[in-house]
């Protein structure tokens, strides 16, 4: 078992490091007139084109409200095309346009979050990198199956 000390500090030091990234995120995206959830919806187009705005809203845990907002500003500012979908004519896929696909771009390589970030990882070896990450995903998929079970074990008590 863990020393309940160290779980305490493990804590406060993830919540400590994502504090920091999350600022240095934010810069990143303002500097672009974006927010991060706007490089957030982007960066999903990116990877799944064509997603509906609920799929999207699952995909990224973000208040379905918000993301309507969300979509509304990135296709005002012509970054995303909506066109109905073809199987289901009330449903409405997303696209990023040629300029949303080269600022999302621009925004992975350029990102002052990453360039920060990478300049703290170059004072770690390439196994220590490698460690860090399989601990953290290690790490995150325990709090996942905790989550899910303790989720279990209370709709059991209802």
Same mark, same amino acid.
């Given at each position: 078992m863990t020393d309940p000390a160290q779980t305490i500090e493990v804590y406060h030091s993830l919540l400590a490091v994502a504090r920091q990234l999350r600022k240095l995120a934010h810069q990143s995206a303002a500097d672009l007139g974006l927010t991060v959830h706007?490089?957030?919806?982007?960066?999903?187009?990116?990877?799944?084109?064509?997603?509906?705005?609920k799929e999207i809203t699952e995909r990224l845990v973000f208040a379905k409200s918000r993301v309507s907002l969300h979509i509304d500003?990135?296709?005002?500012? /012509? %970054?995303? $095309?909506? !066109?109905?979908? /073809?199987?289901?004519?009330? /449903? !409405?896929?997303?696209?990023? $346009?040629?300029?949303? /696909?080269?600022?999302?771009?621009? @925004?992975?390589?350029?990102? @002052?979050? @990453?360039?920060? %970030?990478?300049?703290?990882?170059?004072?770690?070896?390439?196994e220590e990198v490698q460690s860090l990450i399989q601990m953290h995903s290690q790490l995150l998929e325990q709090l996942t199956r905790n989550q899910d079970n303790l989720n279990t074990h209370k709709a059991g008590d209802e």
């Open positions: 706007q490089i957030g919806i982007l960066n999903s187009l990116l990877k799944h084109p064509g997603q509906s705005q500003a990135l296709a005002e500012k /012509e %970054l995303v $095309t909506r !066109t109905a979908s /073809e199987a289901d004519r009330r /449903e !409405t896929r997303l696209n990023l $346009t040629p300029a949303g /696909e080269a600022l999302c771009r621009q @925004y992975n390589e350029d990102a @002052y979050s @990453y360039q920060m %970030l990478g300049a703290a990882l170059d004072h770690f070896s390439g």
